[in-house]
């Protein structure tokens, strides 16, 4: 991979994403949102997995001289898929999709999980989505759920043969539906007051439905051709607890 052309790239996509992020709405739980006592159940909670995922990127790193190119190359994936948002006006937030069942696949779940941390960063200090009060809580669920609903989804496809395209489909999809669901999870332990916080949940949740379950869908799609090609034709790159079920 060309290093000049790689910064070049990812300098090119910064800069479309400050200028073009979409004003009025924000993603991700915004600051403010979470009180202090959820703000650090949800730091403990991310906290092992963020430092497990830096612990096996470095050690990775030392033995494959290519690995942090294609770390690089899913972290943009994640950044810039993540940073289209739609407004969802019923839920007077956006949907956009998670990319994280990408990169579960393409460089293991943990791995995503870091990609996922640095994008949720990168979104609160630079272009007003989330918030660092809340960063734990978006991690938990976009970084952490989402990587790993995405590769549990797509090695159950493998273990029962479906195509690949099919299983990259569900680890899309399912990393997208996954995130929501736990994002409202979090907001109802939050805001439920005497009310049920499984009603709160499935109120949550299903206003998030609308406008995310098409883009689910179309990011499933994209998943699909995505992981099929790199299993295709860079096979090597593939984290090696997918190839537990390629075989």
């Known amino acids: 991979m060309d290093m ?43 906290l092992p997995f963020v430092i497990w995922s830096i612990i096996v990127v470095v050690n990775k790193a030392k ?46 779940p943990i791995v995503s999980v870091l990609l996922g941390t640095i994008t949720l960063v990168i979104q609160a200090l630079f272009m007003a989505h989330g918030g660092i009060t809340s960063l734990g809580a978006n991690i938990t669920s976009m970084a952490i759920v989402g990587s790993f609903a995405g590769f ?18 569900f680890a899309g999809f399912f990393a997208d539906i996954f995130t929501y669901l736990t994002t409202a999870l979090q907001l109802a332990l939050e805001i439920h007051g005497s009310e049920s916080i499984i009603s709160v949940w499935m109120k949550i949740f299903a206003l998030f439905m609308p406008i995310q379950l098409p883009v689910s869908v179309i990011e499933g799609i994209i998943a699909g051709f995505v992981i099929k090609v790199f299993i295709d034709r860079l096979p090597n790159y593939i984290d090696p607890v997918v190839e537990v079920v390629k075989k």
């Open 4 to 46: 000049k052309k790689f910064i070049l790239t990812i300098t090119l996509m910064f800069a479309y994403l400050i200028l073009f992020s979409v004003p009025g709405y924000s993603m991700h739980i915004a600051e403010g949102i979470l009180s202090i006592e959820w703000v650090i159940v949800w730091f403990l909670v991310a």
């Open 63 to 108: 033995s494959d001289s290519n690995y942090l190119s294609v770390v690089a190359l899913m972290g943009a994936v994640v950044l810039l898929m993540t940073s289209l948002a739609i407004p969802s006006p019923v839920a007077g937030s956006v949907s956009h999709p998670a990319a994280t069942g990408i990169s579960s696949i393409i460089v293991g």
């Open 152 to 169: 549990i989804f797509f090695k159950l496809s493998r273990l029962i043969k479906l195509p690949y395209f099919v299983a990259g489909f």
